[in-house]
């Protein structure tokens, strides 16, 4: 594999990945707060429903996560483990990518699947054999948010504010964030009774609303939004009966085409550990770029 391709799919690699568990972390509560609106006892607004579930969020510590991701012929991917979000974004999720250009540049590298370990100031992913042959021996290669926000310009700063600052109702954040909601009605998922809502973000005014950039970077932002073809986003939630999000979808459009992403949350309260890799078996990814060529990873990503 050649050096400059190699270091454009790692970052490509850091930012799906990193994006994955912000939707990842997009939970609700762990089990405790008041009647949800899917019971029928009760008849309470989508607003209302939706910012019960959002402070109830506020309780949950940590919850199982599966989710599915693609994006035209760019990728296809599944993500499977566990978060934690007490004291910062912190937990493991196990990528595979299953179709389209990342899964071919993922088989070069020699797996089509990696770990993806979360800290708070950054995150790692743990790379196979082959590739470890392009940095010295070392496997895990750290993404610092720091670095990520440098190397990505506005639309990196989104992103590590988002990491850093994420809770794990953003989803219901979004969605109340937007101005449109509608309950869509009452559906069963994974044998729970649940209330579905749905509606429509405005991405550029969304990072306005609950990001904390400049003024110059949500300018910055907003045109690099542009050139990436992503405007809007819908968003669909499922609550159930305990005001607990099981289920969670995305579409918007993008440049590389159709941009789709379903996640659902389970034993909420399970515990969680992450700890930063062994320091001799890691590598610093800018230190991989350094060598030359440009980063191609802003392409695959979604705010």
């Not at 993404?143 to 989104?158: M, N, P, R, V």
């Not at 991405?203 to 050139?227: F, G, T, Y």
């Given at each position: 594999m050649k050096s400059t391709t190699a270091r454009r799919m790692t970052l490509s690699v850091a930012v799906v990945a990193a994006l994955t568990g912000v939707a990842a972390c997009g939970s609700s509560d762990s089990g405790k707060g008041g009647k949800a609106a899917g019971d029928g006892a009760i008849n309470v607004s989508p607003i209302a429903a939706l910012r019960s579930a959002e402070q109830s969020t506020d309780k949950a510590d940590s919850a199982k996560v599966r989710s599915t991701t693609s994006i035209g012929n760019l990728m296809a991917m599944t993500a499977n483990g566990a978060l934690t979000w007490g004291d910062g974004l912190k937990?493991?999720?196990?990528?595979?990518?299953?179709?389209?250009?990342?899964?071919?540049?993922?088989?070069?590298?020699?797996?089509?699947?990696?770990?993806?370990?979360?800290?708070?100031?950054?995150?790692?992913?743990?790379?196979?054999?082959?590739?470890?042959?392009?940095?010295?021996?070392?496997?895990?290669?750290?993404?610092?948010?720091?670095?990520?926000?440098?190397?990505?310009?506005?639309?990196?700063?989104?992103?590590?504010?988002?990491?850093?600052?994420?809770?794990?109702?953003?989803?219901?954040?979004?969605?109340?964030?937007?101005?449109?909601?509608?309950?869509?009605?009452?559906?069963?998922?994974?044998?729970?009774?649940?209330?579905?809502?749905?509606?429509?973000?405005?991405?550029?005014?969304?990072?306005?609303?609950?990001?904390?950039?400049?003024?110059?970077?949500?300018?910055?932002?907003?045109?690099?939004?542009?050139?990436?073809?992503?405007?809007?986003?819908?968003?669909?939630?499922?609550?159930?009966?305990?005001n607990l999000l099981v289920k969670k979808s995305e579409q918007a459009d993008t440049a590389n085409g159709k941009m789709t992403s379903t996640a659902s949350y389970s034993d909420y309260g399970v515990k969680v550990s992450a700890e930063a890799p062994p320091a001799g078996d890691t590598t610093d990814f800018a230190k991989l770029l350094k060598s030359g060529g440009s980063p191609a990873g802003s392409s695959a990503s979604k705010p």
């Open positions: 937990g493991n999720l196990t990528i595979t990518y299953t179709g389209g250009k990342m899964a071919e540049m993922m088989r070069q590298a020699g797996t089509a699947s990696m770990e993806a370990r979360y800290l708070p100031d950054a995150y790692y992913a743990h790379m196979s054999d082959v590739y470890a042959q392009h940095t010295g021996g070392k496997h895990w290669i750290k993404y610092s948010y720091d670095e990520l926000a440098k190397l990505g310009g506005a639309s990196g700063s989104y992103l590590k504010d988002q990491l850093q600052n994420s809770t794990p109702n953003q989803s219901v954040k979004m969605l109340l964030a937007s101005g449109d909601v509608k309950k869509v009605g009452e559906e069963t998922v994974s044998g729970a009774h649940t209330t579905h809502y749905a509606g429509t973000v405005n991405v550029a005014d969304l990072a306005r609303k609950s990001s904390n950039l400049s003024a110059e970077q949500l300018d910055a932002l907003k045109k690099q939004l542009d050139q990436a073809g992503v405007t809007t986003d819908t968003i669909d939630l499922w609550i159930n009966d305990q």
